[in-house]
């Protein structure tokens, strides 16, 4: 964790053990966003974390801290290949063929934490676009409600929605994002973030140095820079 300065990190399950403070954060603050806040049926333990089945399927984390180290907003990224929230429990809000592709990876528990700043949700886009990136994903898939469709549309990263339904706690939209070069680039401007510093940021990541435990056959391509 590097102090001084707002910024997104990407970790693996296992290199949390490594930032204790932060993932008990991150867990803490997705407990109030997702029990509290939404009353969505969550799972919270009696240390008031926030975990379920899917944090153990070794997902990648990207989170966005600031200056003192505190967490500010986070999200949980799964290969479609493997089990999945969308698909375990929103298979019937789309049509079409199950979204199971090494191209597709999931984001479930995106998580913005009380009094983070208004750039903390576009910093942990652009980390996530960049990842994407470097790994060759094409898509991300999500499951969202009105709340979170307001951040993604002020961070200008609009899904495009496939499909619809209701729950117990009001209506769910499954979306697709696909981020070009343009898109990546606004997102640094909204987020006021420097290109190189994140670049270099994440190609330093445990994530991207063990790459091809993830990605397979896609993990040689070279690294585009963005002025």
Avoid at 25 to 40: K, P
Wanted: proline share 4%.
């Amino acid at each position: 964790l590097t102090k001084g300065v707002d910024q997104s990190e990407i970790h693996s399950r296992q290199n949390l053990i490594f930032h204790t403070d932060l993932a008990i954060q991150m867990f803490t603050d997705r407990a109030d966003q997702f029990g509290q806040r939404l009353g969505s049926d969550v799972h919270v333990d009696r240390f008031g974390l926030e975990r379920d089945e899917y944090d153990s399927l070794d997902p990648i984390y990207v989170i966005d801290h600031d200056e003192n180290g505190r967490h500010l907003s986070s999200m949980r990224l799964l290969p479609s290949t493997g089990r999945t929230m969308l698909n375990d429990h929103f298979r019937h809000f789309y049509n079409g063929p199950t979204l199971s592709s090494p191209d597709i990876w999931e984001c479930s528990r995106f998580c913005v934490a009380r009094g983070s700043d208004r750039k903390s949700a576009p910093r942990l886009l652009a980390a996530c676009a960049r990842l994407m990136f470097e790994m060759s994903i094409e898509q991300l898939a999500a499951t969202f409600g009105p709340p979170m469709e307001r951040i993604y549309s002020m961070s200008g990263s609009v899904p495009e929605v496939i499909g619809t339904g209701l729950t117990p706690h009001g209506e769910v939209s499954v979306g697709l994002w696909q981020y070009s070069m343009s898109s990546y680039r606004k997102l640094l401007r909204v987020s006021g973030l420097d290109s190189t510093e994140l670049e270099l940021n994440i190609a330093n990541s445990d994530v991207c140095n063990d790459v091809l435990k993830y990605d397979r056959s896609k993990a040689n391509r070279p690294f585009v820079h963005v002025d």
